[in-house]
């Protein structure tokens, strides 16, 4: 891990009711003025729920998220919802191109592109996903699939947006029930080769770009990711959901990792 602010947040998916997600956030807020302003904090909770929780979070440092976003300003696209609207109730961060969207709604790579892009002009910090899949990795051609992913997901970027952007590298062979915790040494050489793409499309600013680690993190083995030079922190689903398990992760990354 670098010098730079340690990135911890949690993506819901679909998991919360509005009031559990309000009790959560109540507890997360106490939580939070126990921790240094080297850690940043983020959750990514439902469309409903974006209003009601950006409210709740106000005065404290808690940054709220939208969990995807169409690239069109408005238009006739039923169930979407545009860069515009999430500026609108005072967002400044939206998840684009995580696994479960690639693969149960079929977004692409120049989808992900046309969502960084039009965050990036409206503002919004672009928390990009990339990954290989569990064929990519036994076919040894996962340095090869984050690349294409991520140089994909950055055209037309130029190096003055470059600082809104987050990546978040998770295999999708790691993420949820199913998946399978990675090993700290093959994260390191993953994150080492997006670190390397990012300096090569970008020189120095590269080297700022945040890449956060996610897939199976829980209370076991998230010090192991952490220690890796080149992961900026850490996107977790299931052991964040429960308010006292990302309480421990959060409180031993304050005494042991800043
Ligand atoms: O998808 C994830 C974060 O976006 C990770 O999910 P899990 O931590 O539950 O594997």
Known sequence: MSNQKVLLGTNWKMTKTLSEGRQYVK???EIEQQLSDQIELFIIPSF???Y???EDVQGTSINIGAQNMHWEEKGAYTGEVSPVMLKELGLDLVEIGHSERRQ???ENDVDVNKKVVAALRHDL?????IG???TDKTMNVGKEKVRQQLKIALQHVPAEDVDNVIVAYEPVWAIGENGLPADADYV????DEIRKLL????????????ILYGGSVNKRNFESYLNCQNVSGLFIGRAAWDIDSFRDILFTVNEHHL
């Open 125 to 129: 910090k672009a928390l990009v996903c």
């Open 199 to 210: 300096v090569e499309l970008y020189g120095n600013k590269g080297v700022e770009t945040p």
């Open 48 to 50: 409903p729920h974006l």
């Open 52 to 54: 009601p929780l950006k």
């Open 132 to 134: 290989e899949n569990a």
């Open 188 to 191: 390191a050489e993953q994150h």
């Open 27 to 29: 507890q997360l807020r």
């Open 104 to 106: 149960y709604y079929n």
